[in-house]
């Protein structure tokens, strides 16, 4: 079987068209036609630029925009960049949208994750990957049910059209449906195990830098904080009372840490996968970056996701480090054992350990508030249990916000049809993953998948008291999911060619 050839990686017959220019340049440096190009690119971008400084009246419209050309063209040419880049966006500015309105506000995870798109199909057509006995696509086997879950999403979303017919509906079921998308174009762009490991860098580093913003923003006055925060207007973010978030929305409570995420509960959803990935390389053989550095970049994420006051997230996390802990890395239990025994001595003192003692009890605000939704949400299931009420606002059944919970928002949206097509797909998954993981030969690759796959079931864990990693509101959140997803599977597939870093896909 031979191995996988990346899309420019053009085989010489393919570069006929071009012999008569190879002939009339065969006495020119090799890099002389690159370099060239280069040059004309530079004079060109200048010539925007100074076009751009005489016509509009900000110069810095001007700069920003020739700047985002040389961005642009960088993800069109590298996918993986493009790629690494919406992973950043996700952590880093998830609401971030662009200046300029075109029709529609477009976020910048949403302009990278179509340009990854767009590059991908076009690197399939230009290679001619679609033909019999080319390079194939890489699939996973469960392709046919992420499609089914995707194709039974737009048939609930028709059912029910009268209700979501607006704008800004189509706009956030769009986000969600390319955030599950790009699952595919994952597994078919990531196909070394460098490139893996370099993404699984990315993300933790923007993860790490994530955690950091959120603890050191929670430190600073409060005034400053708004400004700070108010700062990134320019990008589409909120300028009212919501840019710092307290708990139970009462200032005179502690302040939940966000960094640039607006809504604490998401971010301490975001921390969850990003501590399963740290926390994983931190115990493994031989971890993709030094331990010392993985230790500093562990405690930012650690210490935000106290301060988010997420009780969902922080169940989650530890959900997941006893999942990598019982599946593989069993020494995380006797590293665990002085942390809960100062969280035994500690926790019950602190304004934590009282909320959680309410939210078990069922007493506080915000529980009675989560009762009050899974009521509704299954009146809603009741009155529409197989295709659901679709996508929109249906203000005459009280459902004007998703219920707290991913699982019965999807049995809200799609029915019960479609909340146990999305378990039988997750069951698929994490067999597809775990039932390969000691087949890896590699304690990279296996670390690699524990921690990817780890995430995953953070994100479901945290799905049981939160709805966001099903939402086109919260769109990064989704393609986290599908993210880790897709590098799971693409960390499979390289494990079984061989446990080297230039290790490929197998078609």
Known sequence: MAVTKFPNQIPPARRSPFSTLERLTAGLPENLPRQAGVVLLALLLGVVAGLAVVILPNPLIGFIGVMGLVVAGVMFARPLFTLGAAAAICCLLPFGTIPVKLGMTFTFLEAALLVLFVTWLLRLVVSNRLQAGSDGLVSSPFDWAILLFIGLSFFSYILNWQTANTTDLIHSYAKLLLAILQFFAVINIVRTQAAVNTLLTVLMLAGSAAGYLGALLTRLPRDLQFSLLSQLRIVGYPTDNRV????????????????????????????????????????????????????????????????????????????????????????????????????????????????????????????????????????????????????????????????????????????????????????????????????????????????????????????????????????HMATLLWLFMGLAVVQVKIGEAGPGPESKILP
């Open 244 to 475: 710092l978030r307290y708990v139970e929305d009462d200032p005179l409570k502690p302040q939940r840490a966000t960094a640039t995420s607006i809504d604490p509960n998401s971010f301490g959803g975001l921390l969850v996968l990003v501590i399963a990935l740290l926390v994983t390389q931190l115990v493994s053989v031989k971890p993709l970056l030094p331990r010392w550095l993985l230790s500093l970049m562990l405690l930012g994420p650690v210490i935000s996701l106290y301060l988010t006051y997420s009780r969902g997230s922080q169940l989650g996390a530890i959900a997941v480090i006893g999942f990598v802990a019982l599946i593989k890395y069993r020494k995380i239990f006797l590293y665990a054992l002085p942390f809960l025994a100062a969280g035994a001595v500690w926790l019950p003192s602190t304004f934590l350990g009282a909320r959680l003692a309410q939210g078990f009890a069922m007493e506080d605000q915000a529980t009675v508030l989560r009762l009050a939704e899974y009521r509704n949400a299954l009146e809603v299931i009741g009155d529409h249990p197989w295709f659901g009420v679709g996508f929109g606002s249906i203000a005459s059944l009280n459902l004007t916000v998703p219920v707290s919970m991913i699982y019965l928002t999807i049995a809200e949206r799609m029915g019960l049809i479609g909340l146990v097509l999305f378990l039988f797909l997750m069951f698929l998954f994490l067999s597809y993953a775990l039932n390969r993981l000691g087949k890896l030969k590699g304690d990279r690759q296996q670390a690699n998948l524990l921690g990817l796959t780890g995430g995953v079931i953070g994100a479901l864990g945290v799905g049981l008291l939160d709805h966001y990693f099903f939402n086109g509101e919260f769109s």
